[in-house]
């Protein structure tokens, strides 16, 4: 499913991710460092790209997914979240390495964040982290996400089995928190 609209935040634009923005999100997915925490491995080709961000492809049907850009146009990383349930909706994000630092990841994932509880009545949202990715684990407790449990050999990915960690935010913790 693609994202229903696009929204602003202070410097950026969210818009639906389009399987257009392989090219400009490739050197984002392909980025062996970026992509050490992801549930598969870098990626080769352009086409991998296309295939994984597109809505018939990665995602499938309960995911909703945008693409961060600064001008409205070029995608620089992207954001994605699936109803897991009514009411629960799990979050994912990706920023190309060389724009960290600079807030966007925390300013487009508070963005989604608010949207989810706002515009699709959300009342829980999660993210399921490797417990080694210290800089998404920072982004999620500065947003006000609770770590919640640790998942056991949950992952198989390309770095072998892994743990996982569920952080969580409920609503009310969003809006007392604003």
């Known amino acids: 499913m693609i994202a229903p609209e696009h929204f602003t935040t202070d410097r950026l634009m969210l818009r639906p991710l389009l399987p257009s923005d392989a ?3 490739f050197p984002a997915f392909s980025d062996p460092d970026l992509m050490t925490w992801w549930s598969s491995g870098p990626h080769a080709t352009v086409e991998e790209t296309r295939a994984y961000i597109n809505p018939e492809g990665g995602y499938g049907d309960d995911w909703l997914a945008w693409a961060i850009t600064s001008n409205g146009e070029d995608a620089i990383g992207r954001v994605g979240a699936g109803m897991r349930r ?11 390495r060389d724009l960290w630092g600079r807030g966007y990841a925390r300013e487009a994932v508070a963005g989604v964040v608010d949207y989810l509880f706002n515009e699709k009545d959300a009342r829980r949202i999660f993210a399921d982290v490797d417990p080694d990715n210290v800089l998404s684990i920072g982004l999620l407790r500065r947003l006000g996400f609770r770590e919640e449990g640790r998942l056991r050999a949950e992952w198989e990915t390309h770095l072998g089995v892994r743990d996982s960690l569920i952080f969580g935010l409920l609503k009310d913790e969003w809006n007392a928190a604003r």
């Open 86 to 96: 009514p009411g629960v909706w799990e979050i994912g994000y990706l920023l190309r």
């Open 23 to 25: 090219e400009a999100l």
